[in-house]
């Protein structure tokens, strides 16, 4: 779904931002009759307040949108999405009240407001639509929330329609679009070309398991990105009850997630030579499927012991983390629905990440409050090796115990790299309807990336 700007046209309506303590100050601006209407309606500027003043002929004349106080804002984001969905139709003007940093969430937000899954059943359209607000990146912003759009509709498709062909033939797509080259590696050929792991966490599925090798630019940085698409998780063996089961469509949010950042990096021509990772499978159950205490030997050579057949995203990811890492990339990033534990930490609306760079979680960190995409660093911590370590094998991928479950994946994770590398531990999914974001798949800390990328490869 494209998500734009509309065209500059003659019959705009003049839409006002109108901050807590600049009330006196628009009202005073106002005609008599504007200031007895805007008080009459009980006007008061507060947040995601919306008023259309009338010109005598009975047509909107201008809208008042309330801005609240800073307080009131730091509730939220995106406030200008939840006003653009309260507006009469109409082609709307932004022409006082923002500007910098909050004029971009503003334009962004209304962007994102637009979007719709209205793959399986028409939904409404949206009536206000935004002209690109002047002393903004009006493409850069519509390339962002348009690939943002990507990603809500990969992980919003259900896994009927989802599976990994479907995921294959989406980054097909999304490379053809922007000349970008890819290689599929599926089903036994992942045994012969050293991909254990991917292969045994996908290979009950009927729906063959395989890794998509994404490749575009041809100069800069080498960035690869790392995205779990398990395009349903059942739990395998150890199968997850039925309540824990019901949102699994979306366990390759983290592939959606790097697609719609690679969209991003394209569309926008960023420096740098991107590879996008995806190994794309089922967790299925089968006669042939894997099983706890299993030992399964990685592509790096590292045993694992499978100790919950529903910890099988550790396990793909960690054989592309060692494709990844064997050409030596300037980062490596690798994002992932991985545990229910990193939900029950930072709960929907934050991204955590794991990183042993500091100069890496600054610039993150200060980027995400910039482009209002949250992230929040969590610890690498070293002394936690031991929980993943089961003594009959190298590894375990489900240690026992329940303690530090989001932090003891990173560390498994990091076992199979050794160049600079960033994990997110996302969950993918807006689970109650917000501003900007509708209740269903949601991309999380792509754009907090994207504002970091100068900083974290050098650009
Ligand atoms: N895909 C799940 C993690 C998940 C669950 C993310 C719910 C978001 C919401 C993952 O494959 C999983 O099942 N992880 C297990 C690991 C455990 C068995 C060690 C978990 O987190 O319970
Ligand atoms: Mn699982
Ligand atoms: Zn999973």
Redesign the pocket.
């Given at each position: 779904m494209l998500l734009t700007f509309a065209a500059d046209c003659d019959d705009s309506i003049p839409l006002r931002v109108v901050d807590h303590a600049a009330l006196d100050a628009a009202l005073a601006d106002l005609s008599d009759a504007g200031r007895a209407w805007a008080q009459a309606q009980g006007f008061t500027a507060a947040l995601g307040q919306v008023l259309a003043l009338p010109d005598t002929q009975g047509a909107i004349a201008q809208v008042l949108v309330g801005y609240g106080t800073a307080n009131a804002r730091a509730r939220g984001r995106f406030h200008m999405g939840a006003a653009a969905a309260k507006l009469p139709a109409g082609t709307y003007k932004i022409v006082a009240g923002l500007a910098g940093p909050d004029l971009e969430e503003a334009a962004l937000g209304w962007l994102l407001s637009q979007y719709k899954f209205d793959r399986y059943a028409p939904a409404k359209a949206t009536i206000a639509q935004l002209i690109a607000p002047e002393g903004i990146d009006a493409e850069k912003t519509a390339i962002i929330a348009s690939a943002e759009a990507l990603t809500r509709d990969l992980i919003n498709t259900p896994a009927s329609d989802m599976g990994p062909q479907e995921l294959e033939d989406a980054a097909r797509a999304l490379s053809g679009e922007y000349g970008a080259k890819i290689a599929v590696i599926t089903g036994e050929d992942l045994l012969t070309q050293n991909f254990p792991m991917i292969h045994t966490v996908g290979r009950a599925s009927r729906r063959a398991p395989r890794l998509l090798d994404m490749r575009w630019g041809e100069t800069g940085p080498l960035l690869t990105l790392v995205g779990?698409g398990?395009c349903f998780?059942t739990?395998g063996l150890?199968i997850?009850p039925g309540a824990?089961m019901g949102?699994?469509k979306?366990?390759m949010g983290g592939a959606a997630t790097v697609l719609g950042l690679a969209q991003m990096i394209m569309g926008l021509g960023l420096p740098v030579r991107l590879r996008v990772l995806i190994p794309a499978v089922e967790?299925s159950i089968d006669g042939d499927a894997f099983r706890p205490q299993d030992i399964l030997t990685s592509r790096k050579g590292l045993t694992v012991e499978i100790?919950?057949t529903?910890?099988?995203?550790r396990l793909v990811l960690a054989d592309a983390l060692t494709y990844a890492d064997e050409e030596m990339p300037a980062l490596v990033i690798s994002m992932a629905?991985?545990?229910?534990?990193?939900?029950v930490a930072v709960g929907p609306d934050i991204a955590p990440f794991y990183t042993d760079s500091d100069a890496a979680a600054t610039a993150l960190g200060m980027a995400a409050t910039t482009v209002a995409d949250p992230v929040w660093r969590m610890p690498f911590h070293t002394p936690y090796e031991t929980l993943i370590e089961p003594g009959v094998a190298d590894l375990d991928?489900?240690?026992g115990g329940g303690m530090a479950?989001?932090i003891?994946?990173a560390l498994f994770l990091r076992r199979f790299i050794d160049s600079p590398y960033i994990h997110f531990d996302i969950?993918?999914?807006q689970p109650v309807a917000a501003p900007a974001r509708p209740k269903g798949g949601v991309g999380m800390g792509a754009r907090a990336i994207l504002a970091a990328l100068p900083k974290l490869l050098d650009l």
């Open positions: 779990k398990v998780d739990g150890n997850k824990s949102l699994m979306k366990d967790n100790n919950n529903d910890a099988e995203g629905t991985l545990t229910g534990a990193a939900r991928n489900a240690p479950g989001s003891t994946a969950y993918g999914w």
